[in-house]
């Protein structure tokens, strides 16, 4: 077991919050059952003194947080497909491929990238989550971060906590959006349907920016720029203002080609496997070095062909 400590003080924007609700905004790199076990356990203290979970916080006040980090030892190591895109002493940065869990869990006990990391990066075990820095969902493909050693690990946790690590993905949203914008509205997991995330204004804040990349007759190509890093963000973001994903019937989308496409467009459509969501850019300071380190991961076969298709619509109109 490895620990992290935290000294925070609470921003006025939480003033009346309960401490388990302001600790998952502040520290949100962590669980909230995870940061529900350290204050049952005492390792959260309030102004200097141990508290309950529901426990009321006040602008100014100071926590400190003694977090504990699981190694990754007790995960079997296992062939994974994964590209390494960058490899120094201090971290990596990886493109998972759609279809493969990020880490370990319920239903996906193995074949996950944390498997395939610990098989290619033995000395990933000594780090919590194998040293990933964040995560994606199943069906995204692209960039993730991963730390190599503690010291990197403490130090990516802490600047993506900052905001200080930047993450912009490519989607094909359904419908048309006239231009780009900023959704701010808090997340929460869906109590009826466990496996859905929902806009809540008790949840946890999220903030998602996009712009237009391509318009075409009934879909629109975007970028987007996650300014915190929720479980389904961008997903549920942009289905709460009407435009899912394509591919994503968990959040509403369905084919909706337009009159006349071609039967190569209505295929693609009809066919895309997942949601159209692409993990394309990272750009972080070096934790050593201090370095600005920007990737790009291509775009995969299956969104090319999907762009490429709706690029090719006769009647399409055109791109900005």
Known sequence: MQTQNYDLTIPDEFDGSRLDQALASLLNQYSRSALKQWIEAGAVQLNGSKVKVRAKVHGGDRVTVIATLAASADVLPQAVEFDTI???????????????????????PDHTLVNGLLARFPELAALPRAGLIHRIDKDTSGLLLVARHTASYQQLVRAMAARAISRTYEAVASGVLIAGDTINAAIARDPRQRTRMRIDVNGRQAVTHFRIAARYRRHTLLEVHLETGRTHQIRVHL????????????????????????????????????QALHAARLQLEHPVSGETLTFHDPRPDDLNRLIEALAADTQGVGQQ
């Not at 960058?86 to 869990?105: C, E, N, Q, R």
């Not at 709460?240 to 009159?259: E, Q």
């Open 239 to 274: 289905a709460s203002i009407g435009h899912p994903l394509v591919g994503d019937s968990r959040y509403g989308a369905r084919p909706r080609p337009p009159l006349g496409a071609s039967a190569s467009l209505i295929a693609q459509l009809e066919q895309f496997p997942r």
């Open 86 to 108: 960058h490899s120094d002493a201090d971290l990596l940065v990886v493109a998972k491929p759609a279809g493969i869990v990020v880490h370990p869990g319920a239903g996906n």
